[in-house]
């Protein structure tokens, strides 16, 4: 074996050199190290494999359970169901019912309004004029009389006469849109034409 060498190169220093059945071992570490760390780290795979199959399992369990869970969902489910769709016709009963008793009802007071119509027409202008104005009676106190014996003593004091009282106007209805022609018939009805 040939060696080259070069002189600038610094020598390595191996150190001292075991022999072991006629070979050299140099930095190894013993077999029983090497077993020891290789058995640990078994140990430690093995560890982290038992944990996880225990969480598999678990995590299989639990989707079982939430599987049954489900199924009794669906059961429940229809019988929710059933329960709104029987509420819901007894809900819709009703309301026809009611639509049908609300009907009736109002049907009675156009019936009832259509006979006041026809029983009590509507008084005209002419009739309520004609209508006298009910009286007033005044009670005189004593400073009421003593003012008429002064007036009666005095002949030159001339009554005049009372200005006529003016009558209340019976309300009437709001004044209709510009657009519509008030009609009063002689049975006192009023009408509205729409003007084109």
């Known amino acids: 074996m040939t060696m080259i060498s070069d002189p600038d190169m610094p020598a390595i220093d191996i150190g001292p050199a075991t022999h ?15 077993i020891g760390v290789v058995a640990v780290g078994a140990l430690l795979i093995t560890a982290v494999n038992i944990t996880a199959a225990v969480y598999f399992y678990r995590g299989i369990n639990d989707l079982r359970f939430v599987e049954r869970r489900l199924e009794q969902l669906g059961s429940f489910e229809q019988r929710i169901a059933a329960r709104l769709e029987t509420v819901n016709n007894g809900f819709q009963s009703r309301f ?13 007071v156009k019936g009832s309004i259509a006979r006041l ?21 005044t009670t005189s106190t ?25 009558r209340i106007a019976a309300a009437l209805p709001p004044a209709p849109n510009s657009s519509y022609q008030r009609i009063v018939q002689p049975d006192g009805k009023v009408h509205y034409k729409k003007i084109n």
Do not use: H, W
């Not at 005209?124 to 009910?134: K, T």
């Open 142 to 166: 004593m400073a009421d009389e003593a003012t008429d014996l002064e007036e009666a003593t005095e002949p030159s004091i001339v009554e005049a006469p009372r200005p006529p009282k003016k």
């Open 20 to 34: 072991t059945g006629g070979q050299a071992v140099v930095g190894k570490p013993s077999n029983g190290k090497m």
């Open 96 to 108: 026809e019912k009611l639509d049908g008793q609300l009907q009736g009802s109002f049907n009675e």
């Open 117 to 137: 119509e026809q029983e009590l027409p509507l008084a005209s202008d002419d009739d309520m004029s004609s209508i006298a104005e009910p009286s007033v009676v």
